[in-house]
């Protein structure tokens, strides 16, 4: 039955197109709304800044300072071997020498009493 606004297919057809842009506008801007949650929820200081006032802390400033050290009058020492009251060493210790092949087995248990 034809109306003066037209059939009932066409209707539907309008509907659905309105209905398709309108659920991709609200699609979008869901997801802008959840990105902007997101935002805030990761970063609270963000949340502040727009919405409060926003303090920075203030950063002191630095001061270098340098230490002139007294010169010394007496002539220079020379260090020691040894140090820490220890005895000289002559004899260096073992080198660590690596295997050349890779056992297959274990070596044999020595049985202690």
């Given at each position: 039955?034809n109306?003066?606004?037209?059939?009932?297919?066409?209707?539907?057809?309008?509907?659905?197109?309105?209905?398709?842009?309108?659920?991709?506008v609200?699609?979008?801007?869901?997801?802008?709304?959840?990105?902007?949650?997101?935002?805030?929820?990761?970063?609270?200081?963000?949340?502040?800044?727009i919405?409060?006032?926003?303090?920075?802390?203030?950063?002191p400033a630095?001061r270098?300072?340098?230490?002139?050290?007294?010169?010394?009058?007496?002539p220079?020492?020379?260090?020691r071997?040894?140090?820490?009251?220890?005895?000289?060493?002559?004899t260096?210790?073992?080198?660590?020498?690596?295997?050349?092949?890779?056992?297959?087995a274990?070596?044999?248990?020595?049985?202690?009493p």
């Open positions: 039955m109306t003066l606004r037209g059939s009932d297919r066409d209707i539907g057809q309008q509907r659905g197109v309105k209905r398709s842009r309108s659920f991709a609200s699609v979008a801007v869901h997801a802008v709304i959840a990105m902007a949650l997101v935002r805030f929820l990761i970063s609270p200081s963000a949340f502040t800044m919405f409060g006032k926003h303090r920075s802390v203030e950063v630095e270098i300072g340098f230490l002139r050290l007294p010169k010394s009058t007496s220079a020492v020379q260090g071997s040894g140090g820490d009251n220890l005895p000289i060493s002559r260096p210790a073992p080198r660590v020498i690596a295997p050349s092949a890779v056992p297959t274990l070596p044999p248990v020595q049985e202690t």
